[in-house]
């Protein structure tokens, strides 16, 4: 039976002594099962781990093709004393077989490694750990820790190197909320919060941003644009070989590609100072400024821009012409007329503005 030797740190805790050290992650993923929760007859459920999504393991497989993949927080396990061979405070030597660890937490990043690689990732390894505290592990991590407010992993993407659609879109985000002319000032709460730059603080990046940059590309090929701009010295022009990253409802797409970002944002104002000028007596106090009301907007924009588009003009003039009968439906932004928020509620005002085109 062949064996493998991992070099560990010995760290002390108080729930007992955890062995910390790397090892290949191709190797870990042969060596590694995950406990899945699980119907056993006749004894009821068994097992820690939630099954396995196939959507997360493609998008973890997506982001190991990239050239600046990194997983450094470790992947943590438990090992049955039966499957060492020797073990000090310094290295364990293992006998190789089939789920020799069982998976506390990283099984979805485990996943990614089914094929070779030179990749290696940090292992915190528990010895004879029972099944009560692998639980209790398990629970903590994925339930205690506060996750990254998702304006703010938004907003961070300004510090990428390229020109990411969210970077450029945040990019428009910040000059909506900063501009006094701007129909959003101090509007966007860029780090989901309000602060100094969003005082009325009406709306999300999140919420702002998703839906212009959905109309750029989808955000699936995320990786697939960093890693071509990285490679191409930040030229988005090598994203135009690409022909999976365009679809028709794409419109938004040659601004990106030809660096226009003043020109988009000089669109997207106009567009929605028509709105705020419809709307002013509504405009930061109705639902059309809240997300269902903005996601219906947005969602009537692509409707708009086609019609100004085969016109040739994006002016505000052109955009007034094209939604002038929102006038109808003054004083009616409301959760009376469009009940709660939602999908359903922005597809409903949608439907109702697209009447008036």
Known sequence: MSTIKIDVLEVNQNIGNIYVGKINAHE??????????????????????????????????????TSFATFPNS????????????????????????????????QHRLAGFEKPTCFEVIISIFIDLDISNQAMIFKTINSEQQKVDPSLKIDL?????VDTPEKVTSRIAYAFNIDPESPWYQSIKLTGNKDSNSEMGIISQKAFN?????????PQYYYTVVDMLSANSNDRKILLGKKELRKAKHILWDFYINTQEMFLYKILFNYFKVFKNIFSEEWGKSLITKTTGYNAMMKLFGDAFSICKKNGDFSYESFSEVLGGLKNLVGKMSREHYGASGDSAAEELYKDMKKYL
């Not at 006998?95 to 020799?100: A, G, I, M, N, Q």
């Not at 993407?157 to 190197?161: A, L, T």
């Open 157 to 161: 993407e300004n510090f990428n190197k």
């Open 28 to 65: 870990l993923y042969k060596l590694a099962k995950a406990d899945i929760r699980r119907i056993v007859e006749g004894q009821g459920y068994e097992g820690i781990q939630r099954p396995l999504v196939k959507a997360r393991i493609e998008a973890v497989k997506k982001y190991l093709s």
């Open 210 to 218: 998703t839906p212009i940059f959905r109309y750029i590309y989808d």
């Open 75 to 106: 992947i943590i396990l438990n090992l049955d004393s039966d499957h060492i061979e020797s073990s000090d405070a310094t290295s364990i030597t293992i006998k190789c077989s089939e789920k020799v660890f069982s998976i506390i937490d990283g």
